[in-house]
């Protein structure tokens, strides 16, 4: 899996530029996130997709040769946080609601609705761990399940700053991006 | 000053410095279209808008300068793609300039309304629609700078047809281009830039790789300087033809798979490849697991998505041609690859007996020597269009270019009917060169109809048919690869020369070689176009041959035959 972060213009027609651009190289998208940034005329996307090296580094400079997008970065071997978010509605009937609780706790995640029938579970972390989650309320049926996909960044003095944004002094210098 | 979008996109494309563009009106353009009119850009009407784009190409690629194309919406629009497709694969910088329905009703299946800027988005370099008189002027500016800048390619711009009819403040200054803020790499590694040269100065079978990134950074100077310092032998791609000069003894000639024996053989023995501006397409290289496996390789690219794509290389510096070279030229030493060169020249000897340029006349019309002819008559100096297939390939063998931008050919799309109208387009660019469109007669019937386009304008281009009766390049592959099945490659022509003279266009049909010299001498001293259809040898084949997917140095020769055994020395 390689993460892919880039800053784009924040404009309509881009998602489907980038989008068109993994199809027209045969990359499969495994998740695509996009929102705003501080700044509102910037974009910020995480893409993650299942390709090599190789593919991540055409995809990588492929994506930035596209007028609207300012910055394209692979941090895939970098130090880095991800972040996946889950809401998953599972049934629950008044008999399994306290082994569902117990370990909904065991996954740090929180229930934000609750119904007669069923429960909807908050769960935020990286795949494994929600994928972890999903695997032990299957038995107790998944009726729904949404899930945000990826967002990621760089740990640390490792910034990752759209290009012209001002500068904001880290504490000890930023090693130079590449 | 108010003014209408119209006019305000003609105001804008003649301070860009525009003088022609190529189109053909329709409802959704026609306010831009009243606007040239009264404006001193000189508009050349075409007879189909693919042949606009490949008008517009021609004329970039003769000059370096940009090549602007004009259609109307829906099927104006879509019969562009196939140029702009073309200008695309070979970095050629083409402005489309379309129109659109009003933006009022955009979406709505309306009457020729077709979503263009969607349809071309993987084919173009940047494309948007405009749907405010005010946002012309700065999108036109901003799509000029695109076009150019970087590695070159096709920019299209939709314009709604209420966008050429609002008005709006035109001020030149107050619509400068704002183009995103990109981020600028830092592309100049030191350690790629190291090894590099390590390289450079210690190869003993050393080959430079030069492709059309040469011509489009202007560097021929420095490229020149380059060769001389490092003293290693040039091989070219088919884009790259003319960037050095081919008498030049230093060039070998063209690689890949119709490329010359001893170049594709010198490339499989080098032990280092420096390609410069130039992608390793899949018609250079044959089969990339015994592509020049003892080699090392540099890459001189200004786009960073070529780097490795192919080819895995060892030093990869990502920058302009010229600026990149510059860099490096102080830190080569003189090189001497003497026994390396004289090894070459050994190859060389060995391929030039079987070359067909080496025959008698043995009363057979060959395309090869009518292209090798007209070399000679024109000295060199003509600037030849080519379509695409076996003619193509001979004119790249046979034709000598000792000048850039002397040689206008599709080669990354393949293009069939490009020829005819990119001629036309490098004539409008180039109006002091003699230009000459070399076409199969299969490729000419694509577009012949811009004949009329040549008669329209009073044009003086020369149109040279090679006339085998076959799609001559797809028979060859039956021929060698579907034991000769010709499925679909016969070919019914009308009589050329007829069809000529209803266009009000002199035309000559050519047999004998005895005829050749004196035809296209004559067809020079005439100030009209010319059609010429030279009746070739319908069953020739272009060799050497690399099959599509075969190792390089695997080349399907020229059998040797009693004719062939007999050749004189060249």
Redesign the interface.
Known sequence: MQTIVAYV?NKP?VL??VA??TR?LAINIDSLTVGPTENEAIARMTLCAHTDE?GA??LE??L??L?????AENITDRSMLERDLALIKVSAGQQNRPHLMELIKVFRARVVDVAPESLIVEVSGTVDKIDGLLEVLRPFGVLEMARTGRIAMTRGNDLLRP??AADVAPVTPAP?A? | MKMTGAEILCETLTRLGVRHIFGYPGGAILPVYDALGKSKLHHILVRHEQGATHMADGYARATGGIGVAMATSGPGATNMVTGIATAMLDSSPVVCITGQVSSKVLGSDAFQEVDITGITMPITKYNVVVSRAEDIARTLREAFIIAQSGRPGPVLVDFTKDAQQASAEFDWDACAPKLPVKRIRNNHKQDEFDRAVELLNTAKRPVILAGRGIMLSGAMRKFEEFVRTSNIPVAMTLLGIGCFPASDPMNLGMMGMHGEAWVNTAIQEADLLIAVGMRFDDRVTGDLRTYARNARKIHIEVDRAEINKNVQVDAALVGDAGETLSRLLPHIHDGDHSPWLAHIKELKGDSAVRDIQSLPDSGHLYAAHVINDLWKVTRGEAIVVTDVGQHQMWEAQYYHHDRPRSLITSGGLGTMGFALPAAIGAKFARPDAEVWAVVGDGGFQMTSCELATIVQEKINIKIAIINNGYLGMVRQWQEFFYDKRYVATPLVAPDFVSLANAFGIRGERITSRAEVVSTIESARHTEQPVLLDFRVEQEDSVYPMVAAGAALHDMIRRPNSPLVESATEP
């Open positions: 213009e027609g489907n530029r068109s651009l027209r190789r580094h055409r400079a492929s930035e040769k007028v609207d997008v300012l910055l290009p012209g130079s590449t």
